[in-house]
């Protein structure tokens, strides 16, 4: 078994995964950009319960670590109730470095990217995490996906900036009331699914603290 251990810039999954036994050193691979970190910000679609515990796992081995993320779902992703349940208890835990919102989507064909971004408070390198593994880049990875992990350059960090903090607006704390009670996203059908999805967007929509 071959073990791989990608420096920034490195895009993954590496084809040798496909061709030979091989794995990561760190799970997901640009687990190794945390340590460093004082800042991560981003989007997370379709966060599970195996998300919520290496979002654990990071802070508890970070301790100057914080943390904003917005978790997105959509019909027929893989977030399910108890796992909204287990993020909203993350943020209890580490209420003073860990903020979460929930953005729905309404159709399976909006769904986003997974897109991170790691800053130090004693550096001015950024590194940025792109690509369409979903729930932290630790979905089952496909030949089809391509995912960078690269050091971003001040424009692009500020570009990505303004539109993280559109869309945190847009979205919902995971303590408010409703935000996570969601319907079942993985109904017969993508029909059902967003037929579902819609009661969660009438909840959600129009809070004055979104």
């Not at 799970?27 to 195996?50: D, E």
């Not at 508890?60 to 893989?78: D, F, G, M, R």
């Not at 089809?144 to 001040?154: D, E, I, M, T, W």
Request: charged share 20%; proline share 9%; hydrophobic share 40%.
């Amino acid at each position: 078994m071959t073990e791989l251990s990608p420096k920034v810039p490195f895009i993954w999954p590496d084809p040798q995964l496909f061709r030979e036994p091989s794995i990561y050193e760190d799970s997901p691979p640009f687990a190794g950009l945390v340590a460093g970190a004082t800042w991560l910000f981003g989007i997370v679609p379709a966060l599970t319960a195996r998300g919520v515990r290496v979002l654990g796992e990071w802070l508890e081995s970070n301790p100057a670590l914080k943390v904003s993320i917005i978790i997105v779902v959509y019909p027929a992703c893989t977030s399910r109730q108890t796992d909204l349940d287990d993020l909203r208890a993350l943020t209890v835990r580490y209420s003073d470095r860990f903020y979460a919102h929930i953005l729905p989507l309404e159709h399976v064909a909006d769904r986003s990217v997974n897109v991170l971004c790691f800053s130090a408070s004693d550096s001015d390198l950024v590194h940025m995490v792109v690509g369409p593994s979903e729930n932290l880049g630790l979905d089952p990875w496909m030949e089809g996906h391509l995912n960078f992990a690269v050091q971003a350059n001040p424009s692009m960090v500020e570009a990505f900036k303004r539109h993280f903090d559109w869309l945190w607006n847009r979205s919902c704390d995971v303590h408010l009331p409703g935000t996570i009670e969601i319907p079942e996203l993985t109904s017969p059908g993508l029909r059902g699914g967003s037929a579902n999805m819609a009661v969660l967007l009438e909840r959600t929509a129009g809070r004055p603290d979104r």
